[in-house]
């Protein structure tokens, strides 16, 4: 009954990280031992302060209602209070939307923003959802590529060669899913250059991963004056806090665009949970000594998860200054086979080391990066162990395929 369906939902793809996932979980229900890198799942449970605002919001019963659109007032305020001191963005609580995830909040703004045409300049490898969701919301994502050489991060040059009358905005995130890779001052002073020549752009600028920043700098280009009327903040509690199944996230965005978004939101969902909420206010007010525990252990998991990688062959890669993720050129591996199944591309790799090594990963090419994979360091020390043992045990199977064998069929 598939012809049934919009042509909306029948062009959309299927989230990449979400399905590399559902197959490692299918071979779970089988009894296989997988070790899951694929998702950008914390393995820190949710702190306990944050738990304990929840049960406490809970046991007041003051939180079953609904809550207000945008979100509670003092959470909106905690969190324009929290961007003004933290991040120089000057703002008002009344600029804040707290939405079903970050996710929700990128969804609404394009909603809001985008006329069937517009262009969307992605900076490229990008999170997995933006092309979805700009092309949901009427608009034609147009990209630009960062190179390994230079930590996967697009040229001021590049952006400028890009824009075109039809141009509506520009997106990134920093620190980056999928690379690490994180914006300086400088480069982001650069950004805004090239954009204060364009007044009628916009930048989105995911924040998601701000906390776990390991140069001990993060700069957001809303604090520049030239650009703090055109841009967008986009942030949530799920990976800074391990928060990933609460369903927190928040944009900071010019006062009437923030109304729109309401309205979009109020239309579509209403407000996120109360519940959660009150776990977010906690999160943003009291003590962030987990938050930088966690940001220091994912810095050891990632100087480990290096010095593992450095000890198989074909692998390279640039050192993550930011996030939890490495994101590998495997292209060596392009052309060789175990006998049976040839490796054509980075889908396969992913598939031959699901299937002979048992651990997920995700293809680059659902990130705009065909080359590479992008591996999540967020698993325990054991499990990136154990992980990396495999993969390199797996490789090491691996030779030249013959003319014969390159035709032979891929995994996908």
């Known amino acids: 009954m598939d012809h049934?369906?919009?042509d909306r939902v029948k062009s959309l793809a299927k989230s990449a990280t979400i399905m590399m996932a559902q197959k490692a979980n299918a071979l779970k229900e089988?009894?296989?031992?997988?070790i899951n890198l694929s998702l950008g799942e914390p393995s820190f449970k949710t702190p306990k302060h944050i738990q304990a605002a929840a049960k406490c919001a809970i046991d007041t019963e003051a939180y079953f209602s609904y809550p207000p659109v945008a979100g509670y007032d003092d959470l909106r305020t905690s969190i324009a209070q929290k961007l003004q001191r933290d991040n120089g963005i000057d703002c008002e609580p009344q600029q804040i939307v707290v939405s079903t995830g970050a996710k929700q909040a990128l969804a609404n703004v394009f909603l809001c923003l985008l006329n069937p045409?517009?262009?969307?300049i992605v900076y490229t490898p990008y999170w997995v959802s933006y092309e979805a969701i700009i092309k949901l919301a009427g608009g034609q994502p147009v990209f630009i590529r960062g190179k390994l050489e230079n930590d996967f991060k697009a040229t001021p040059e590049q952006l400028e060669c890009a824009i075109t009358p039809k141009t509506k905005a520009v997106i990134f995130s920093s620190p980056c899913n999928p690379t690490g890779a994180v914006f300086s001052k400088q480069e982001l002073a650069a950004m805004a250059a090239v954009l204060s020549k364009h007044e009628s752009i916009f930048v989105i600028a995911d924040e998601i991963y701000e906390y776990i920043n390991f140069t001990e700098e993060h700069t957001s280009i809303a604090s520049f004056e030239v650009m703090k009327d055109r841009t967008i903040t986009v942030n949530g509690f799920s990976k800074g806090f391990a928060m990933t199944g609460w369903r927190v996230g928040y944009i900071a965005a010019p006062i009437w665009l923030a109304k729109a978004c309401e309205k979009i939101q109020g239309q579509l969902t209403s407000?996120?949970?109360?519940i959660a909420q009150r776990a977010a206010l906690a999160a943003i007010e009291e003590d962030l000594a987990p938050t930088l525990a966690m940001t220091e252990a994912y810095r050891k998991r990632r100087d480990l998860t290096m010095e593992l990688l450095c000890k198989i062959p074909g692998f390279q890669f640039s050192k993550p200054a930011g996030a939890f993720y490495l994101f590998p050129d495997v292209s060596y591996y392009f052309g060789?086979?175990?006998?049976?199944?040839?490796i054509c591309n980075a889908n396969d790799f992913c598939m031959y080391i699901l299937q002979k090594a048992h651990v997920s990963l995700v293809t680059g090419s659902a990130f705009g990066e065909p080359h590479c994979v992008r591996l999540s360091y967020a698993a325990s020390e054991t499990q990136l162990e154990a992980a990396l043992q495999r993969i390199k045990e797996a490789l090491l199977k691996l030779k030249v395929a013959n003319s014969i064998e390159l035709n032979k069929p891929s995994y996908l």
């Open 117 to 120: 045409g517009d262009e969307v």
């Open 271 to 274: 407000a996120t949970c109360s």
């Open 336 to 342: 060789k086979t175990d006998g049976r199944i040839v």
């Open 30 to 34: 089988q009894g296989v031992d997988i």
């Open 4 to 6: 049934l369906l919009s």
